[in-house]
């Protein structure tokens, strides 16, 4: 079976790869690309810990073929710190303990992200409802939901 | 030096400084277990049984093994022979021999060059089944006339007359049950029904195993324990447990899932017919299928009580399904069901019951939060029916240090009577509730666990210190293993680095779990410490030559103490470290030990329910939970294990649940019909830390791990009775289910 | 499988008309690739419809109509301000199918052709009355959205058709729309039962009313019973019970790990009871949140 060749940009780098038609995105970042931040939890789009963002828009890359990647722009957690700087959202999520075995991270960050690039004053049940696609089995997501808040207020505070 | 002082006064322990591996976990660079790589590896890929209970006639792996890309196929007879015990049960369970005994039980597995080959070729193996009759649920597993899932399983505790899939028995308790019930004012008795549920990690088990012709291998896995690991893959591989090094990788949670080995035996059969490292990683499906769920119950619970809230005796009947080996948990189950209170005349009975199901594994407490549900449940009964306050009750009755438990030993230092006095006194408990709503409480206990611990502990010319542990880090211990550290050191937080050491470099160590870590390897790691400090004293007395227990340890430093107090300055550590090669060499700390005085831990939980009467549908608008720590060595992370227990035992009283098909199949093998809770199904979980020192301890910990899921399936079923005006026997509490209730009761 | 994205729908028919096997077409994907992943289905041809030129467009018709491409995904509706307020239902309905990351791809097309009973989107689009566009090889049809699926699983659309637009009617004054559903959870699950109810008003007098339901039966029903029950009422108590009543007993759903016989029975005519007043009040001119916080 022929490989398709894709050309894409991955947290600002552009990035070319050869994907069986059958793979996913979460597949190629991992297999292919070695960015093996985003997880597969479920592969089915129940958990979101696979999520990125194509093209700024949040989605669960487990449901996103590789070749649909073609021209586009992926954003995943490996690209939100700029630098040695964490983004406010990493920063608040270890000093909140938001995180306790941390396999959920890098897809919850990555959904917060987005969230408050759209909403920058969130409600709490905005903020639950938001990540309602982000399944956390160790956390009861209480501190992470006070994570995101206390990071949405120092983003508005700082802008 | 009075090094064993129980301590009481904290500098570091206590506080919530930011975990050591933070930044590794929301940048995205910490390894999980599907994470590594190795040159030249293949993907393996699992064939499991469609059926819940079949013979095996024939396995025809020629079309898999003459596939393009495809380097091994290996089925049981690839594995040791010869097993018994536990060894057989689980090399059973991880690979099917002559019989499929559930749905998803593994029966071959084959590597190629990429996963996607892997699974195509998996779907080449013809497999030809003798469908054979099935049974899954505990009742009719125990009934007369039941499948028998294997003949011989029993143990000699089982009474005569028992069908077959009864395979063990116990029996406990003290005083006569008879006489207090005919003490009581009131007698209830109740049945109770139980669904299993899953522990519900995020992260699927995954592993990259390299095993050469030498008999030499190296697995990496997701494991709370690689010792375990070692030892049960090395047994069914039929090589040399120290030829085997096993590292734990990052977890992604285990909640006692992962105590147990499926994949990785497999892993390392594939490679070493491969001659190449083999991944392997489970889907989702996978994981449903064919890792430990919990035990399914059904339970009888009777307790008599006098008007004035005394228990006069309680007793109770408690079957767990425990899927097709023997270990169900149940006499966890019977001895925790009555551990709260106080009870001269108690007595309880388990069964462990076989069925066609997957092994159950350990989930938080295995067994008693299923004890809780139905005897809370009944105690909450009579409180209604005497118009008794619930915390009352529960006060009055509490065990306290020196009370006789309802399972043999008396009590040492224990808070249940703390815990339930700061639920009287809360807020929460005093608050008004809303039309439709219910409030429920329930006490809970967990034995917790000391375990064989081994920590190495060693000193850096710079008077920095690294930890070397053997207890994977499943939720902060590398956190509060460094907080324990600097304490005794008296050296900053972060001058101390913990490493989770792989099985070639530490002595053996129990698997996390059993609430054991802070506890044990946090033990462990302060006598490792306090052995350091005694050979730097050694060092500082050498130096001023004076003798060695004139020297004490004070803030990181070695100070000249007694006559000789104040005779020189001290000497802090890194001026000890910095010329340790010439002063005898390195300095380091060891322990290796079986700690036992883990101590008991209790909590209380006060819950709110909202039942939409419409729809059978409930909501939690309110929680509290309040636990005995003995001593929170890192408050921000013991209060995430009160929330998490209290979260999934708000999804396994509500919604989750393993869903059998008549043709034993499972039916909800997806995240998506396995419906555990999201983020929009909670409300912030309030807590309530109370510390009762451990006097096991020298800090005082209590593990506090598992104890925050036993009292939520009770106290929820309390409030959702209560909110619905009918009382709740069966888990879980499904909207259908509900709605069926209140119909019922008109 | 094969992997093709044509140019336009007459090139993505074709593909499909000259493949053997399996064929199916990826929109939002959300289904097709968790079918893939599972095994259930692995397509031989797969035919990528979004490169199409204007697939991901949501138009305003001149007579107050709504044009949607195939590819607009749930997250895009939800955005769109105007769209919201001329079909609050229609839009809740799609919001409602599955996570933030799943609406990032979902699209309105995929949740119709994907032949589900319990399809948030469809009962929604049914009450109102939306119609897709199918193209095929001679040509394109406008047919009415409650004729696509033919049962679980299965749609009327023939050997080399697709779906190519959307087209929800005018609102017009005095109307509105609601779709509630019920799940377990708050979030995340399939409709256990799902009801959808649009309607007009003549003063405090309910007309054209039309009432769908999901869920409760092998395909997404229409049920002219409901619509006659509150046509004609100002949605009394007794209108109310009638519609209760009349929805209850349109159903035909089975007991699966989702729900029972009897539950989804008594669950429909509540919701359709709920549903019914979130219309009536939306067509008075009031804002009334949907199921979605």
């Known amino acids: 079976m022929s490989k398709i060749h894709v050309t894409t940009t991955v947290n600002g780098d552009e990035t070319e790869f050869l994907c069986d038609p059958r793979e996913t995105l979460l597949d190629v970042l991992r297999d292919r690309l070695n960015l093996t931040g985003a997880k597969e939890g479920c592969g089915t789009g129940d958990c979101g810990a696979c999520s990125v963002t194509i093209d700024g828009r949040l989605v669960c890359s487990c449901l996103v073929l590789g070749a649909e990647a073609e021209g586009k722009e992926i954003a995943t957690v490996e690209g939100i710190a700029d630098g040695d700087t964490l983004h406010p959202l990493q920063r608040k999520f270890i000093e909140h303990a938001a995180l306790q075995c941390g396999i959920c991270t890098p897809g919850i960050l990555v959904a917060a992200k987005s969230l408050l690039e759209k909403n920058p004053d969130p409600t709490e049940t905005e903020v639950r409802y938001w990540l309602a696609g982000n399944l956390c089995r160790c956390t009861g997501y209480d501190k992470i939901i006070r994570a995101v808040m206390d990071a949405a207020t120092e983003m508005r505070e700082a802008s | 030096m009075a090094l064993d002082d129980r301590k009481s006064d904290f500098t570091f322990v206590g506080t919530r400084p930011d975990r050591p591996d933070g930044l590794d976990k929301v940048t995205g660079r910490a390894k999980f277990g599907a994470d590594a790589v190795a040159p030249g590896m293949l993907f393996g890929a699992i064939v499991r049984s469609p059926h819940a209970h079949a013979r095996i006639v024939k396995i025809d792996t020629s079309k898999a093994e003459a596939m393009k890309g495809v380097k ?72 007369e006339g039941a499948p028998v899932i294997r003949e011989g399983a029993a143990d000699g505790s089982v009474p005569e007359g028992m069908h077959p899939n009864v395979v063990r028995y116990h029996e406990s308790g003290h005083g006569d049950v008879e006489k207090g019930f005919a003490e009581a004012d009131l007698v209830i008795e109740d049945s109770f029904k139980t669904e299993a549920t899953h522990q519900g990690y995020i992260e699927p088990h995954a592993c990259l195993a390299s095993l050469g012709a030498d008999g030499k291998g190296e697995l990496w896995c997701t494991t709370q324990g690689h010792w375990y690991a070692q030892k049960h893959c090395a047994a069914l591989l039929g090589i040399e447990t120290s030829q085997l090094r096993v590292t734990a990788s990052e977890i992604g949670g285990g909640f006692g899932g992962k105590t147990t080995v499926f994949i990785e035996p497999v892993a390392l059969a594939l490679s070493r017919k491969a001659n190449r490292p083999v991944k392997l990683v489970m889907s989702r499906s996978e994981v449903l299928r064919a890792t430990g769920p919990t035990s399914s119950t059904s339970m009888d619970v009777k307790i008599g ?442 | 499988m094969n992997y093709h994205s044509p140019a336009s729908f007459a090139e993505a028919s074709a593909l499909a008309v000259n493949a053997d096997g399996v064929t199916r077409f990826l929109a939002g994907g959300t289904d097709v690739l968790v079918q893939l992943r599972a095994d259930i289905v692995t397509p031989d041809t797969l035919i990528d ?157 309910v007309a054209d009313a039309r009432v769908s339901l999901g869920a409760v039966a092998p395909t997404v029903l229409l049920v002219q019973e409901c619509a006659d029950a509150i046509n004609g009422s100002t949605l009394d108590d007794a209108a109310l019970e009638a519609l209760a009543a009349a929805a209850s007993a349109a159903c035909n759903p089975i007991t699966d790990k989702r729900g029972t016989v009897e539950f989804r029975t008594d669950v429909a005519g509540v919701l359709a009871k709920r549903a019914a007043k979130i219309a009536y009040a939306r067509a008075k001119g009031e804002t009334v949140k949907g199921d979605h916080a």
């Open chain 2, 305 to 746: 009580m006098k008007k004035d809230g005394t228990i006069t005796a309680a007793q109770g009947v408690f079957r767990l399904q425990g899927g097709a080996f023997p270990g169900a948990p149940m006499e966890f189950t019977a001895m925790c069901a009555f551990a709260p209170y106080a009870l001269e005349n108690v007595h309880q009975v388990g069964y462990d019951v076989i069925a066609n199901r997957p092994k159950q594994a350990a989930y938080r407490a295995p067994g008693s939060p299923m004890a809780a549900f139905a005897v809370e449940s009944v105690i909450d009964l009579l409180c209604q029916e005497l118009g008794l306050d619930p915390v009352e009750v529960r006060l009055k009755n509490a065990s306290k240090k020196g009370t006789k438990a309802s399972y043999g030993p008396r009590f040492d230092d224990i808070g249940l009577v703390e815990c339930l006095e700061a639920a009287r006194d809360h807020p929460h408990y005093s608050a008004p509730l809303e039309q439709g709503q219910g409030r429920g409480i329930s006490c809970g206990f967990w034995f917790n666990h000391g375990g064989e611990t081994s920590v190495s502990l060693a000193l850096s010319e710079d008077g920095t210190v690294q930890v070397s542990v053997g207890t994977p880090d499943i939720g902060g211990s590398r956190a509060s293993m460094a907080l324990m550290a600097s304490e005794t050191l008296g050296i900053p937080y972060e001058n101390i680095r913990v490493t989770i050491a792989d099985t070639a470099t530490l002595g053996y160590n129990d698997v996390s779990h059993g609430s054991r870590v802070t506890y044990a390897s946090g033990l462990a790691t302060i006598k490792a410490a306090q052995a350091a400090i005694a050979e730097m004293c050694k060092r500082a007395a050498a130096k001023w030559g004076i003798p060695e227990d004139a020297v004490k340890w004070e803030d990181g430093c070695a100070v000249p103490s007694g006559p000789n107090a104040g005779d020189f300055e001290p000497l802090a550590m890194a001026d000890i470290t910095a010329d340790m090669g010439a002063t005898g060499g390195p300095i380091s700390g060891h322990f290796e030990a079986t700690p036992e005085g883990a101590g008991v831990s209790f909590g209380v939980h006060i819950v709110d329910a909202q039942v939409d009467p419409e729809t059978g549908k409930t909501s939690i608008p309110r929680y509290t939970v309040i636990q005995d720590a003995g001593k929170a060595v890192h408050p921000a992370y013991v209060e995430g294990q009160f929330q998490g227990g209290a979260a999934q035992g708000i999804g396994w009283a509500l919604n989750e649940e393993y869903i059998y098909g008549e043709d034993g199949r499972l039916q909800n093998a997806v995240f998506l019909d396995y419906r555990i809770p999201v983020a929009s199904d909670l409300p912030m979980i309030d807590t309530v830390i109370v510390e009762v020192p451990n006097p096991g301890h020298p800090y005082g910990v209590r593990g506090v791990g598992e104890t925050g899921i036993v009292p939520p399936l009770a106290a929820i079923a309390n409030a959702v009775s209560r909110a619905a005006g009918v009382r709740m026997h069966e888990l879980p509490m499904s909207p259908p289910r509900i709605l069926a209730a209140l119909k019922a009761d008109g």
């Open chain 3, 49 to 205: 419809i979004k490169k199409i030129d204007g697939v991901s467009d949501i138009t305003q018709n001149d007579d107050g109509s709504w044009t949607l491409g195939v590819a607009v995904t749930g997250a895009e509706m939800t955005e769109h301000a105007s769209l919201s307020q001329d079909w609050p239902g229609v839009v809740e309905a799609m919001d409602l199918v599955g996570s933030t990351q799943v609406q990032g791809r979902a699209t309105l097309t995929g949740n119709l052709c994907n032949g589900s009973p319990a399809a948030d989107s469809v009962p929604a689009m049914v009450a109102a009355g939306v119609t897709v566009t199918v193209t095929g090889a001679d040509g394109s049809r406008e047919v009415a959205v409650e004729d696509i699926p033919t049962g679980p699983g299965r749609t009327s659309l023939a050997k080399g058709e697709l779906v190519s637009a959307v087209n929800i009617p005018a609102r017009g004054a005095n109307a509105g729309d609601a779709y509630l559903r019920f799940i377990p959870r708050t979030e995340m699950d399939i409709a256990v039962v799902g009801v959808a109810v649009s309607l007009r008003l003549d003063g405090d007098t």
């Open chain 2, 72 to 143: 091994a196929v290996v089925t049981r007879a690839d594995f040791a022979t010869g097993l018994t015990g536990e060894f057989w049960n689980v090399q059973e369970n991880v690979m099917a021999g002559d019989t499929a005994l559930y749905d998803g039980h593994a029966v071959a597995a084959v590597a190629a060059t990429s996963a996607l080959d892997a699974r195509d070729a998996a779907k080449l193996i013809e497999i030809e089944y003798e469908v054979l009759p099935h049974v899954t649920d505990v009742d009719k597993a125990m009934a």
